[in-house]
């Protein structure tokens, strides 16, 4: 018989702990949640035009004044600057978080990782920029950008509440930041509607060259 030697007692090196956002990515979340503050009140201010111009009454007249115009670029310039961000942010935490055992967690972070491209993937459909038009992806249907605009409408809706769930099934949500948030978006809200009635211009329609130009 050979004998045994001593069972080995050296303990497994214990895997180094990752947070799943560390201070890095924490920035990165606080600058998204800036941007996507002021695009929740630019989204807001512009559907509202839109409603209104939905149910005047007089063809001749229109709600889309300069400011309107302004506010429609800063929708643009806003969603771009969010392109990056978004991307590394999403990239970065699901490696961080991908293997945590709080599985229902982490696919509800998946789930909200597709809506939030498919916002910004709908919103570059929606551009004028030659490399996304529809005609250069093979999409040819006159549908094809009514459907872009009801996704680009209804996804961040859904983003909004996978992130709810995201978080729920996390740490605690503090609700008095999300509360500070909307009060905050409020706020630029009811500044933008002020600009825009306070705008000297009047809401006549132009010329049809000037519509064609535009």
Do not use: C
């Amino acid at each position: 018989m050979t004998a045994e030697g001593p069972p080995d007692m050296t303990p497994a090196p214990r895997k180094k702990y990752v947070r799943a956002v560390g201070p890095r990515l924490r920035v990165l979340l606080l600058i998204i949640f800036g941007l996507v503050a002021l695009l929740a009140a630019n989204s807001v201010y512009l559907s509202a035009i839109t409603f209104l111009e939905w149910q005047k009454s007089n063809p001749n007249t229109t709600y889309q004044n300069w400011f309107y115009m302004v506010m429609f670029g800063t929708h643009l310039g806003l969603g771009l600057l969010l392109v990056l961000p978004v991307v590394i942010f999403g990239v970065f935490h699901i490696r961080n978080a991908r293997n945590r055992p709080n599985r229902r967690g982490v696919k509800v972070g998946y789930t909200l990782f597709v809506a939030s491209l498919l916002v910004l993937i709908t919103g570059l459909l929606l551009t004028r920029i030659d490399i996304f038009q529809f005609k250069n992806l093979g999409l040819k249907s006159p549908h094809s950008r009514s459907i872009a605009y009801w996704a680009h409408v209804i996804t961040p809706i859904a983003a909004i509440w996978l992130y709810v769930l995201h978080r729920l099934a996390g740490p605690r949500i503090k609700w008095q930041v999300g509360l500070r948030w909307a009060m905050a978006v409020g706020v630029i809200v009811l500044g933008m509607v002020v600009l825009h009635s306070a705008h000297p211009r009047k809401n006549q329609l132009g010329s049809p060259e000037g519509r064609k130009y535009f």
